[in-house]
């Protein structure tokens, strides 16, 4: 997506952010308008793959999608068609990509060589490892329709793969053919990260959340491809990862995987290792910043990883699996992290020491993705509030010269983006949108994309917070003040932005004056 200067009218835009919400590189659904230890086997009570087997267990998934209007928080963008692929699996369900049916207000499935379509719905979703699990409403479906095999272990490199889905170009069952050219962990939707498999099988929007086969057994689910002029670079969630996120739903929840975010560095340079002191002996990865930097934290700036559980870590921060596997170190998080705890060695001030490392699955964001969710809002005369969320300043990232702009006037959309909230429940609150058509706005400047920084002199820290402050002000004006340079700091009457906004509501078709978590804010009685 291209935004184009000046930024009010850039932000306006934004209501085309649907593109954003799919992984990076990812396979947009088609649009109709030491070894380390060995992976647990994976539970799989189908048997293997016969003759027309693989056929049978693929399904088309079309789906009704109703994105945010991330510039009009109060609605929702156009209804947009769009398919996909899935796969049956065990306990009568479908495999999909979570970004397949993220947002889909209807979702439907239908078999090879049949006419008829099934009403779904979502069981389970993973959007930051992009998976998700459909119940259909008539399961009799699965009765001539049994769950595919999964391999149990990774393939190998060089190995045949078969790719199956409903890609863009046709209607029926597309099968393609190629081999495994690579397996690395990798980040899938910030912050998840997980093993990757990439194959040269030719992949196409429309093959998200088919399989992949290799012989009998399927290796994983289709989700991405590289794009920019890349030929033949497709990448499949392998069943490893597969396994943890339907073990992790088991219970009718998605938790996420756990991870450690402390920033590390290689420990290749001569100087850095000198500098260190360390024995030729000593191999690892270096703490550059850790995650926190509280007192209990047990890692500290220097410290050197060498061991994650009993598995050694190289200088590039890199593992070994089996005889020809080499992978990030993090991948052992997700398979030996015990009650949010992983073992580490790490080498200090010369002397060995073992912890226990906290990880979780959340990343604390001041600007955290959506998730699947709508953006709250709150309208207050001709101003529309929402908080800043990734897929908000997404669009962003494709105009160098906005973004240049932003940093010259300090916006916190550029200069916070990737901090943790500064404290609990911090928010970063936005003009989302342009005035609203009213005469009280005349002779300001387009607000949208400015960040609240007080009302009234009072620091704002919260959408709540700042409909709470709105809602128990009594002076006479309203002034808002914005971070950055550059920004204007609006006064309106107060009084005559209450009388307004019955007016502003029905002018501009919006039915709500916020979302429901801020109206249930604005009618509660104001703190004695």
Not at 156 to 174: E, F, N, Q, R, W
Request: negative net charge.
């Amino acid at each position: 997506m291209h935004l184009s200067l000046p930024l009010p009218r850039a932000l306006a835009i934004l209501a085309a952010a649907a593109a954003l919400l799919a992984p990076s590189g990812g396979l947009r659904a088609e649009n109709s308008a030491a070894a380390a230890p060995a992976a647990p086997p994976a539970a799989s009570p189908a048997p293997a793959a016969g003759p027309g087997q693989v056929e049978n267990g693929v399904v088309k998934v079309f789906a009704t999608m109703r994105y945010p209007d991330l510039a009009r928080p109060w609605t929702k963008q156009s209804p947009a068609e769009v398919t996909g692929s899935g796969v049956v699996i065990e306990g009568r369900r479908i495999l999909t990509n979570a970004h397949v049916v993220l947002y889909a207000s209807q979702v439907q499935v239908q078999a090879n060589q049949s006419g008829d379509k099934i009403s779904a719905t979502v069981a389970a979703v993973a959007p930051g490892i992009d998976l998700a699990v459909l119940k259909l409403d008539d399961e009799s479906f699965f009765d001539a329709h049994p769950p595919l095999a999964r391999a149990t272990t990774l393939p190998a490199i060089k190995d045949a793969v078969m790719a199956y889905g409903y890609p863009t170009g046709g209607s029926s069952l597309s099968i393609t053919k190629g081999i495994v050219s690579r397996i690395e962990f990798a980040g899938y939707n910030f912050p998840a990260s997980g093993l990757r498999i990439q194959i040269d099988a030719a992949i196409n929007p429309g093959n998200s959340g088919g399989p992949a086969l290799v012989g009998d057994k399927m290796i994983g689910l289709a989700f991405s491809r590289l794009g920019g002029g890349a030929e033949n670079i497709g990448y499949i969630i392998p069943c490893e990862e597969i396994e943890l996120f339907l073990r992790d739903i088991a219970d009718g929840r998605y938790d996420g995987k756990p991870a450690m975010y402390d920033e590390l560095q290689t420990l290749e340079n001569p100087a850095l290792r000198a500098f260190l002191q360390l024995d030729k002996s000593v191999e690892g990865i270096v703490v550059n910043h850790p995650f926190r930097d509280d007192p209990g934290y047990p890692l500290r700036v220097w410290d050197v990883i060498t061991k994650i559980g009993d598995v050694p870590v190289d200088d590039e921060g890199m593992i070994r699996i089996g005889d020809n596997l080499r992978v990030a170190f993090g991948y052992l998080v997700q398979k030996i992290a015990r009650n949010g705890h992983v073992p580490l060695t790490v080498v200090r001030e010369g002397k060995t020491v073992a912890i226990e490392l906290p990880v979780s699955p959340d990343r604390p964001l001041v600007m955290p993705d959506l998730n699947g969710a709508y953006p709250p809002y709150f309208v207050y005369g001709p101003l529309v509030f929402s908080v800043v969320s990734s897929e908000y300043v997404g669009g962003l990232g494709n105009n160098a010269g906005l973004l240049s702009w932003l940093a010259a006037v300090a916006s916190p959309l550029v200069i916070r983006r990737g901090d943790p909230p500064a404290f609990p429940g911090e928010q970063l609150v936005v003009v989302s949108s342009p005035f609203l058509p009213h005469r009280l706005a005349v002779g300001y400047s387009n607000p949208a994309g400015k960040v609240v920084e007080s009302v009234n002199g009072i620091p704002i820290k919260n959408l709540r917070h700042l409909v709470e402050v709105l809602r128990d002000c009594r002076d006479e004006f309203i002034t808002f003040k914005f971070f950055g340079r550059a920004a204007e700091s609006p006064v309106f009457p107060r009084r005559e932005m209450l009388a307004a906004m019955e007016d502003i509501l029905n002018d501009n078709g919006i039915r709500n004056q916020g979302s429901p978590d801020t109206l249930e804010v604005w009618n509660a009685k104001p703190a004695k």
